[in-house]
């Protein structure tokens, strides 16, 4: 039975650790995450509560407090509720770190495998995590891990020494602290006579039914059967012994394994069973399971992990009252306070502290009106511009750049800051020649050196062959050679090299073509010359220039000069010269965080995504933010941890609810559902950046631009996309508008009341329900309409105090991300696009004749496809379970059992049939 005000908790960090903290608990606290409205963007998390400031313990300026010198701004905190819902084992994600329980003939298997873990990791992608196994020394059995990137892992032995190792064809879709059922089978030998693994994931470990189970890739097979070997070794959960990989940092749930593909249950550990501060519990079975290493028992539930950007202390008039109140924030506040630009793709890969060979680099990417050309590396002076040199002139030539400068006769001049000589160099640079050429041959480099080469020449011919010359100290040339590069016209990388091999120097000039519209995933071309003198030293550059102050170059841009003391000092940094363009959404959102330093993890199995287009000099989160608004995913931060957290859009469809609600139990104070047009657009124009458009209209439907009451009249929008391919853009617009143009009520706010007994009871499913999670809602009022409602999880509110539980859920439509799947007995069923009664049906019908429209594939019939009935279609509101369909011609008889939902009625003649995705049972 819950009591008010419910049992809350607090911590501060400081002086290197969590300490308790007081707050007021009459009042409570707020936390806050997510969006706040269908289309709204997600800002950073909030919160607030008020401290019991006794002795002015919270006072961080007071030398009395023990915040004094410890606490500053942005403190961070963490604060939930204990005691309520079941308990769980949290274990550090040692080496040690698991539960287990003693080796058993109980756990052996004859034949297939069937194992599920529940499980919430703080992280999947920190290093390899075991997360459950029957595996030791010299005595290997099965295991089941993650790798370093996120991929599952299934590990079994046939003969307890040798092992076959299995990666699923997928990254697990679940962001760090999202809880998930991980299942893996092992087919020791399929139809084929091959052993087959399948990867799935769900949210109930005992699931029986294929339909709560999400294929997690693609079967893996191999070319002959296997067998698991027994080994005398514990079970265990959460990490594998003895091992020098770490176990699973985070939450265990619960643990099954099963002799066979859905076959009987061997083992069934559940973590609730345990109590807090106990060492060990027992299953059903009977087995006993200790924790090992650091793990504990607990029920603390983190509602809101964030920053304290306020400590203004109170009092009241009598000054015996002190408090603070504090509002807590998410990390993306502070991430968003005074946020810069980040700088161009090229700009940040080249002047990465990781690339430690690159001594000297002049972005060259400065404003109109700059009189020097900054480094791109701290602590490195800037370079002089001298004649007709136009700075950010041009903008189009590299995508990956912020404009560059156009040279005419104009030179720019670098003094390079000394550095170690590694007996190598490589000068890289930019160039755009125009078309038509120069008129004469003329500089584009010169680097003045220390060695026996004293410089080093680089010209562009009127053809567009470049010549490569070496002097000495003397002026004489060491070596002088030309290629036909034909560089007019194209966008290239140039690259120079001077290594030395013995008495033997060799210089290479390597061109490296840059198209417009090249992605990451195509091939490069490159061309390269050169030549070799005699020569006892490479030495250092001292002097570097890009142009000539005698020739003109009419209109040639440069930029992005870089030295490096490696030759493979630029290796891999060809992805972003294109900016990184093609690059999938995973890949991105991962890449951004680590070069910024920010945690973040993704929601996606990487089988769906978009491939993006260039990246753009943006801050931070606005990147973020366009990979969200492409993929139509959900960004947020995540509940407990300071960390950003992205569920795709492809983990958002075909969810099963992780929280369902009777309205006829009494659940619900006050549930304000809303049916009006301010939700749907119906004509979008999906727009690339730097591409085309295309405009999507809804034609038909309800929702549709038909002017009421066959639609709601024309609702145009538009929104602009980071897209590699104009390809893309029809599919962006009419996802787009189908999300929409749903034709259902919207529950924009789901409160539910802890402190009512009849929701208490279901505190489980609600305090685990988090952003991008399906709530169903079941036995709604007729008014509402007949049938369950399906909502996801946008945003929520948790607000605590001694006058109530109360947790809301801003909520939007889940109908529309219900989505085909190829070979699903429910979602992999198509409509005939056009199906009506062809005569009237009283409600006690049990055979409906159905006509299809001309021109549309009829329906299936029970003689053709006798496997794939009963199956469920509506009519008219009603829910109707077909289980035979014969005729294979317009119209056809439907034999049905009425009323699947409760809605019992006849229909008129041209009634439209659809197929409903739900289970015909």
């Not at 992280?123 to 005595?139: F, K, L, M």
């Not at 028992?297 to 009241?316: A, K, N, S, Y």
């Not at 109140?325 to 700088?343: D, F, W, Y």
């Not at 009625?905 to 739900?918: D, Y």
Request: with cysteine; charged share 20%.
């Amino acid at each position: 039975m819950p009591s008010l005000p419910p049992p809350m908790w607090a911590e501060l960090h400081y002086t290197g650790t969590w300490s308790d903290v007081s707050l007021l608990a009459e009042k409570g606290f707020t936390a806050t995450r997510g969006r706040g409205a269908e289309r709204d963007s997600a800002g950073p998390s909030t919160g607030a509560m008020t401290l019991v400031n006794t002795g002015g313990r919270y006072s961080r300026r007071s030398p009395a407090s023990p915040l004094w010198g410890q606490a500053g701004l942005n403190t961070p905190i963490r604060y939930g509720y204990q005691g309520a819902g079941s308990v769980w084992a949290e274990s550090a994600g040692t080496l040690t770190s698991y539960l287990s329980t003693p080796t058993s003939p109980a756990y052996d298997l004859t034949g297939d495998l069937d194992v599920r873990a529940e499980i919430a990791a703080d992280s999947w992608t920190r290093d390899i995590a075991h997360i459950a196994n029957r595996w030791g020394a010299g005595a290997a059995g099965w295991a089941l891990r993650t790798s370093s990137t996120g991929v599952p892992q299934m590990f079994w032995s046939p003969d307890g020494t040798a092992s076959v190792s299995v990666p699923a064809r997928a990254y697990l879709p679940a962001h760090a602290g999202q809880r998930i059922v991980l299942r893996v089978t092992v087919d020791i030998a399929n139809a084929d006579g091959r052993w087959e693994v399948r990867f799935y994931t769900g949210l109930d470990a005992g699931a029986t039914d294929p339909s709560a189970w999400r294929l997690l890739g693609t079967p893996v097979t191999g070319t002959a059967p296997t067998s698991i070997n027994n080994p005398p070794e514990p079970l265990c959960f959460g990490a594998l012994r003895p091992s020098v990989t770490p176990g699973m940092p985070g939450r265990l749930y619960r643990l099954q394994l099963r002799q066979g593909i859905n076959g009987p249950v061997l083992a069934d550990t559940d973590t609730s069973r345990a109590s807090v501060g106990a060492t060990s519990y027992t299953d059903p079975g009977g087995a006993v399971w200790t924790l090992n290493g650091d793990m504990m028992f607990t029920d603390r539930h983190v509602r809101l992990h964030g920053e304290v950007p306020d400590w203004t202390p109170q009092r009241d008039k009598s000054g015996a009252l002190r408090t603070l109140q504090i509002a807590p924030a998410g990390i993306t506040r502070r991430l968003s306070s005074g946020e810069q630009r980040l700088r161009s793709p090229l700009f940040r890969e080249m002047s990465s502290p990781a690339r430690e060979a690159i001594v000297a680099y002049w972005p060259c990417e400065d404003s109109s009106a700059a009189l020097a050309v900054a480094s791109g590396l701290p602590n490195h002076p800037a370079g002089t511009v001298r004649g007709a040199v136009s700075m950010a002139a041009n903008s189009a030539a590299w995508l990956a750049s912020d404009p560059l400068p156009t040279f005419a006769r104009g030179r720019l001049d670098f003094t390079v800051t000394k550095y170690a000589d590694t007996g190598q160099v490589s000068f890289r640079w930019l160039l755009a020649v125009p078309a038509a050429g120069v008129s004469a041959t003329v500089h584009l480099m010169r680097a003045t050196m220390t060695g026996t080469a004293a410089q080093l020449d680089v010209w562009v011919t009127p053809a567009g062959s470049l010549r490569v010359a070496a002097f000495d100290a003397d002026g004489t040339a060491l070596s002088d050679t030309t290629t036909a590069f034909a560089v007019n016209g194209i966008t290239v990388a140039i690259t120079l090299e001077l290594s030395l091999s013995g008495t033997t120097a060799t210089y290479t000039c390597i061109t490296t073509r840059f198209v417009p519209g090249l992605t990451v995933d195509d091939p490069l071309a490159t061309s390269s010359g050169g030549g070799t003198f005699t020569a006892a030293a490479v030495g250092r550059c001292t002097r570097i220039s890009l142009g000539s102050v005698v020739g003109d170059l009419g209109g040639t841009i440069m930029g992005h000069l870089a030295i490096s003391t490696d030759l493979a000092g630029y290796a891999g940094t060809a992805d972003a010269n294109l900016g990184w363009n093609g690059e999938l959404a995973r890949s991105r959102l991962l890449r951004l965080a680590a070069e910024e330093q920010v945690p973040l993890s993704v929601a996606m199995d990487g089988t769906r995504q978009p491939r993006l287009g260039v990246q753009k000099s943006n801050s931070f989160l606005k990147l973020l933010e366009e990979v969200e608004r492409t993929d139509m995913g959900v960004l947020v931060e995540r509940r407990d941890a300071p960390e950003l957290v992205y569920r795709s859009s492809s983990s958002l469809t075909n969810q099963e609810p992780v929280l369902v609600l009777d309205h006829a139990d009494g659940l619900f104070d006050d549930l304000r559902p809303r049916d009006d047009d301010k939700a749907p657009f119906n004509v979008l124009t999906a727009k690339r950046i730097d591409g085309s458009e295309y405009t999507y209209e809804l034609l038909d439907g309800p929702q549709s631009v038909q002017p009421p009451p066959d639609g709601i009249g024309r609702k145009s929008t538009s929104v602009d996309l980071s897209l590699s391919s104009d390809q893309d853009l029809p599919s962006q617009a009419g996802w787009r508008v189908h999300v929409a143009t749903v034709d259902a009520m919207r529950y924009p706010a789901v409160t539910l009341n802890l402190a009512n007994p009849r929701v208490y009871a279901l505190a489980d499913a609600i305090l685990r329900t988090d952003i991008g999670d399906k709530i169903r809602i079941t036995h709604l009022p007729d008014d509402y309409g007949p049938d369950d409602i399906d909502l996801l999880v946008w945003g929520m509110t948790d607000a605590p105090s001694a006058s109530g539980w109360r947790i809301t859920f801003i909520c939007v439509p889940a109908s529309p991300w219900e989505v085909f799947v190829l070979g699903d007995p429910v979602r992999g069923r198509l409509d005939t696009s056009g199906s009506e009664l062809a005569t009237p049906a009283a409600a006690d019908d049990t055979e409906l004749l159905v006509a299809t429209d001309s021109g549309r594939q009829v329906w299936i019939t029970t003689a053709g496809y006798p496997s794939m009935f009963p199956l469920a279609v509506t009519m008219g509101g009603e829910l109707v379970t077909v289980t035979g369909i014969t005729g294979t011609t317009s119209p056809q008889t439907f034999t049905v059992q009425r009323s699947r939902n409760g809605v019992m009625k006849a229909h008129q003649a041209g009634t439209r049939v659809r197929v409903a995705r739900m289970a015909a049972s």
